[in-house]
Nanobody, 120 residues
């Protein structure tokens, strides 16, 4: 499997920004990577995915505010989060799937998660 380690979470005020990173090992350029989040008391939801060919899909709730990107040479996935809102709070996970994916795909490899808290 693919090993994934997230970092970059924290606490910010509404309107602020955070950048999450996910270091992957055992994956490769042909993997599809995604960011997911689990708000308190709610189910996990997809945030954004990026395919091996660069195709990106965002959830409607984050489109225009979040940017997913990947450094394929170093196997690092990023999520730049701007204009954060309290409803963006939750545990953020990165995930990997081969070879393609959508926001509705089932991912088999997951990181341990990183907490994001946005206060109003």
């Amino acid at each position: 499997g693919v090993q994934l380690v997230e970092s970059g979470g924290g606490s910010v005020q509404a309107g602020g920004s955070l950048r999450l990173s996910c270091a992957a090992s055992g994956s490769g350029p042909n993997y599809c990577m995604g960011w997911f989040r689990q708000p308190p008391g709610k189910e996990r939801e997809a945030v954004a995915t990026i395919r091996w060919d660069g195709t990106i899909v965002y959830a409607a709730s984050v489109k225009g505010r979040f940017t997913i990107s990947r450094d394929s040479a170093n196997d690092i996935l990023f999520l730049q989060m701007n204009d954060l809102k309290p409803e963006d709070s939750g545990v953020y996970y990165c995930a990997a799937r081969s070879p393609t994916c959508t926001l509705l795909s089932t991912f088999g490899d997951w990181g341990q998660g990183t907490q994001v808290t946005v206060s109003s």
